[in-house]
Structures are given as structure tokens and as C-alpha cells.
């Protein structure tokens, strides 16, 4: 049984800072990308980030320069810093992995962590 969870969600003030991290754990062959992505209410879910295993990243066009995707392979966690938070990047996160475990590779979603922008 493969799960990820996510930590690190809460209130932040417009122009601070927050760090997410999300860890798999289960049995895992292979991590091959993680990534994040966001659904605000009202809102399609969209790409905010996401990292393969060697360290490729694709960013969202809203926050090139604001946000930085980074994993850690060995603790098989992947994590997102989240600086210049605008009022718009409120939503709820939702960490994402294709993972090669027992039987197939497939996708694997958290459970959502709530980010709030606001003052």
C-alpha cells in the first residue's frame, strides 16, 4: 500500500513564505516524478510544479521565480517552497507521484493541505 502525505499547509500573509512537503512511503520500487499541484474553489485543479528523478522541473507560468520544487530521493519526499505568496495562491495543494510499486506504476495522490493567502 503505497500513500503520500502531505504537511506544511496553514494561513500566511501576502508576500510571506510557507514550505509543503509531501513523503511516500509504502513499497516503492520507484519514484519517477512528484509533483504539486492546486484546485481553488471554483477553479479547475492546475500544475504547479514538478520534479523527475534526476531533477528536471516544470513550473507553472504564475509562479516561475516565487516557488521551488526540490526532492529528496532517499527519504522519498518532494517538497515545495513557496515565497512572494500572492492572495491568488490561495487553494488546496495536492501532492501527486508516479510510483512503480508491487504491482503496476501508477498515479498517487495526498490528501490535500489548505494554503491560505490573505491578511
Known amino acids: 500500500q503505497v500513500q503520500l502525505v502531505e504537511s506544511g499547509g496553514g494561513l500566511v500573509q501576502p508576500g510571506g513564505s510557507l514550505r509543503l512537503s509531501c513523503a511516500a512511503s509504502g513499497s516503492i520500487f520507484r519514484i519517477y516524478v512528484m509533483g504539486w499541484y492546486r484546485q481553488a474553489p471554483g477553479k479547475q485543479r492546475e500544475l504547479v510544479a514538478r520534479?523527475?528523478?534526476?531533477?528536471?522541473?516544470v513550473y507553472a507560468d504564475s509562479v516561475k521565480g516565487r516557488f521551488t520544487i526540490f526532492r529528496d530521493n532517499a527519504k522519498k519526499t518532494v517538497y515545495l517552497t513557496m515565497d512572494s505568496l500572492k492572495p491568488e495562491d490561495t487553494a488546496v495543494y495536492s501532492c501527486?507521484?508516479?510510483?512503480?510499486?508491487?504491482?503496476?506504476?501508477?498515479?498517487?495522490w495526498g490528501q490535500g493541505t489548505q494554503v491560505t493567502v490573505s491578511s
Open positions: 520534479i523527475t528523478s534526476d531533477g528536471s522541473t
Open positions: 501527486n507521484a508516479l510510483i512503480q510499486g508491487e504491482l503496476a506504476v501508477r498515479d498517487y
